[in-house]
């Protein structure tokens, strides 16, 4: 059984940084490439960025490079985001997902089978 466990989340001020975790379990956190998305009230899911097996290749939306970082240690089952610069247009829930090999770059949510429960980000202006 595949699960995602995000924490992190919160209240933060504009300008201000969070780091989001994505706990994972159930099958072999090293073999599966890894990928954020959010969704804000009233609008649909959209990429965030995505991550390789190894870490090694990182993909992000126009909207978060040079602000946000994803990162992962296998060692540890966990994937990371580090979110700095934040604006109140990034409010939403913060989903990870995981995606199986031979799925590409990851931009399309389609390209993940399993996916956490979200936790919700708050960035007052």
């Known amino acids: 059984h595949v699960q995602l466990v995000e924490s992190g989340g919160g209240l933060v001020q504009a300008g201000g940084s969070l780091r989001l975790s994505c706990a994972a379990s159930g099958r072999t956190f090293s073999s599966y490439g890894m990928g954020w998305f959010r969704q804000a009230p009233g609008k649909e899911r959209e990429f965030v960025g995505s991550i390789s097996w190894s870490g090694g290749t990182t993909y992000y939306a126009d909207f978060v490079k040079g602000r946000f970082t994803i990162s992962r240690d296998n060692a540890k089952n966990t994937l990371y985001l580090q979110m700095n610069s934040l604006k109140p247009e990034d409010t939403a829930v913060y989903y990870c997902?995981?995606?199986?090999?031979?799925?590409?770059?990851?931009?399309?949510?389609?390209?993940?089978?399993?996916w956490g429960q979200g936790t919700q980000v708050t960035v007052s202006s």
């Open positions: 997902a995981s995606r199986p090999p031979g799925y590409g770059l990851g931009y399309s949510s389609t390209s993940y089978d399993h």
